[in-house]
């Protein structure tokens, strides 16, 4: 299986401050036929299901602020928020689809000082 | 629009059968791919299994021995059943076709 280590596990940040988290595989997530890494971001709120924020490593859905931004490749990716605000309090979990098992990280939580 | 929503019992009896159902709306099962996550309380997100479009199955090696996925199409729904349950099993149990459509989670309580 696929590890996937996210960390920080958590981290206090300021609102307007940027951050960034990490998320590392143990095996490479870049599918050499078309170029494509195969790694999601979701942004889980208390209470609520999960949400998608990135796709493909870097590719922004629909809806999803600019601030939100994608970056890695192979086995070492990070997510970086540009400017915290205050609804962004949340945790973070990156996600493999490059094979089965699909697997999650265990998460980086976001706390607003 | 797409929407899965999942149904099943709150509590469940230590070493009883869970039995949840997924019913999906906007997307045909013969085109997309089903996925059931749980979530323990306060813990992180587990794949558990998936329901191909073409009727494959495919598990967590976790959970395989004691877990079976199948659906109805006629009803547009996918079932979850696990066996044995015990109190980790707790948790939020999602279906999800990945990506971003979620159902709400419903939650089973593991106690006697």
């Known amino acids: 299986d696929i590890v996937m280590t996210q960390t920080p596990s958590s981290q206090a940040v300021s609102a307007g401050e940027k951050v960034t988290m990490s998320c590392k595989s143990s095996q490479s997530l870049l599918y050499s036929e078309n170029k494509k890494n195969y790694l999601a971001w979701y942004q889980q709120k208390p209470g609520q299901s999960p949400k998608l924020l990135i796709s493909?490593?870097?590719t922004r859905e629909s809806g999803v602020p600019d601030r939100f931004i994608g970056s890695g490749s192979g086995t070492d990716f990070t997510l970086t928020i540009s400017s915290v605000q205050a609804e962004d309090l949340a945790v973070y979990y990156c996600?493999?689809?490059?094979?089965?098992?699909?697997?999650f990280g265990s998460g980086t939580k976001l706390e607003i000082k | 629009q797409v929407q899965l929503t999942e149904s099943g019992p709150g509590l469940v009896h230590p070493s009883e059968t869970l039995s949840l159902t997924c019913t999906v709306s906007g997307f045909s099962l013969t085109g997309y791919s089903v996925y059931w996550v749980r979530q323990p309380s306060g813990k992180g997100l587990e794949w558990m299994g998936r329901?191909?479009?073409?009727?494959?199955?495919s598990y967590n090696s976790a959970l395989k021995s004691r877990l079976s996925i199948s659906r109805d199409t006629s009803k547009n729904q996918v079932f979850l059943k696990m066996n044995s349950l015990q109190t980790d099993d707790t948790g939020t149990y999602y279906c999800t076709r990945l990506g971003a459509y979620w159902g709400q989670g419903v939650m089973v309580t593991v106690s006697s």
């Open positions: 329901m191909r479009y073409n009727g494959d199955t």
């Open positions: 996600e493999q689809y490059y094979d089965t098992p699909l697997t």
């Open positions: 493909w490593a870097s």
